[in-house]
């Protein structure tokens, strides 16, 4: 399983790979500091795509809504599961965006939070093979 983290923040990043680490060893996780960097590495020729991607809402240059519609205007990634990550989600654009097919969940403020919610969706979403 491929997994592409979106997060500017390096201590929410080192957190969510020891979590993924914790969960399975075996998950390939990858990871960008904004969308930008994002939609670059999924634009890659060179790294089987994620099979879920878990994008921060708040970034520098490319925010995560930004970086979300560019995703969803991939055919190859039109059906890969985002969620979106907020510590403060605003409810307008939560609803502007809905037709872009992403759940949105606050951001864990704990490991054990963290570990819960990488749980719930990383061992809900395992498949093997190729995508």
Same mark, same amino acid.
């Given at each position: ?5 979106? =997060?500017? =923040?390096? %201590?929410?990043? /080192? ?7 914790? !969960?399975?060893?075996?998950? !390939?996780?990858?990871? $960008?500091? @904004? +969308?930008?960097?994002? *939609?670059? !590495? ?20 490319? @925010? +995560?809504? #930004?970086?979300? $519609?560019?995703?969803? %205007? ?5 059906? #890969? !599961?985002?969620? *979106? ?9 939560? /609803? ?5 097919? $992403? /759940? ?8 054990? =939070?963290?570990? $819960? ?10 498949? #093997?093979?190729?995508?």
């Amino acid at each position: 399983m491929v997994v592409l983290y979106v =997060d500017d =923040d390096p %201590e929410d990043q /080192e957190i969510f790979a020891e979590v993924i680490r914790q !969960i399975d060893s075996s998950i !390939i996780l990858l990871s $960008a500091k @904004d +969308g930008d960097e994002a *939609l670059s !590495i999924l634009r890659s020729d060179f790294i089987d795509l994620p099979h879920i991607i878990f994008l921060d809402i708040n970034m520098p240059r490319m @925010d +995560g809504y #930004t970086c979300l $519609a560019g995703i969803r %205007e991939d055919l190859k990634l039109k059906d #890969t !599961i985002v969620i *979106l990550y907020s510590t403060s989600p605003n409810p307008s654009l939560l /609803e502007k965006h809905k037709h872009l097919n $992403a /759940e949105v969940v606050s951001k864990p403020t704990s490991y054990g =939070d963290a570990l $819960a919610t990488m749980k719930r969706y990383i061992i809900g979403n395992q498949v #093997t093979g190729e995508q």
